[in-house]
C-alpha cells in the first residue's frame, strides 16, 4: 500500500509542478509558498475539526524542524522550476534519496568510526559519486549559461527535502497522525514566505492568472498527505526510492506541456541519478537492516 501511497503523492507533485511553472510567470517563489501554505492551512483546519482530530502536539520543536528545512526547500524548488526545464528541476530535487544514503552513511561512520564495516560502505559512496554523475549527464546538454544559479538551487533542495522527509518519518514515529503534521508545516511555509515577501515585495493580483494558486495549493496538500502516509508506513528509504516516479510524470509534463527536448545523453544521466539512488538504498538497506531511519 505505501507504493500507492508513494506513486500518487509523486503524481500529485509532478502536477503541481507544472502549475507552479505557469504561475512563476505571474508571482514570485515566495508568493507561491505562501499562497501554497493557506490552502493548506484552511482546508486542514476544517477537516481536523470536523474529524475530531486534535492539532495539540507534544512535540513543538519536531514540527518546527520539519517546517524550516522543508520550507527551505520547497522555495528552492519553486525557484528551480520557474527557471528550469521541469524535468530538470524535478531530477535534482528527487537527488534527495541519494542525499538520504550520504547522511545515513555518515551517521554510521561517526558512530561506529573505525570499526565501521568499510566493504559495506565503500559500495554506497561508489552510488552517491554515480548520482552525482548522472546530475552532470543530465544537465550538460540542457543547461544554459544563464541557469547556473538555478541549478545549484535545485541541488539544494534536494538536499533540505532529504532532512524533511527524515523528519517526516521521526515525526510519524513520534504518533503525530498525517493532518497534523501537514498542517504545522504548511502554517511554518506561510510565515516563511510572508517573510520572504517583506524582502521581495508581492505582486498585484490579476486574472486569470491568480486561479494558478488554487490547483497549487491543492494538489501541494494532496502530494503531502500522500507523501506523509508512505513514510508513516515504514521503511522510510523504500519509500524514498519509490519518489523517482515523480520523474517520469514531469519528463512527460516537460515533452508535452512545456515541448522540453531532452538529448540521449539526458535520458541516460536521469536513468543513472534513478539506478543509483536505488542502488543506494537497497545497499544501505543491507549493511544496516535495522536503522532507525529506515524501519519503524
Partial sequence: MQALWMLLASLFFASMGVCIKFASAHFNSFEIVTYRGLVGVVFLYGFTRFSGVSLRTTV???HVWRSVVGTISLTAWFYAIAIL?????????????????????????????RNAPVRQQAPLFLTVLAGFGGVAMMLRPTLAPDQMLGALVGLMSGIFAAFAYLQVSALSRAGEPESRTVFYFSIGAVVAGLIGMLFVGATPWSWPSA????PI?????????CMTRAYASGATM???NLQYSGIVFAGIFGLTVFGDRLPLIG?????????????????????VPHAPAEEH
Fill in 60 to 62: 513543538p520543536m519536531m
Fill in 85 to 113: 526545464p521541469l524535468a530538470t528541476a524535478m531530477t535534482l530535487n528527487y537527488m534527495s534519496s541519494v542525499w538520504i544514503a550520504t547522511f545515513l552513511l555518515g551517521g554510521a561512520l561517526l558512530t561506529q568510526g
Fill in 211 to 214: 486561479l494558478w494558486l488554487l
Fill in 217 to 225: 495549493g491543492l494538489l501541494a496538500l494532496g502530494g503531502q498527505l
Fill in 238 to 240: 523504500v519509500v524514498a
Fill in 267 to 287: 535520458w541516460a544521466g536521469m536513468g543513472l541519478i534513478i539506478v543509483s539512488g536505488i542502488a543506494a538504498t537497497v545497499l544501505r538497506a543491507r549493511a
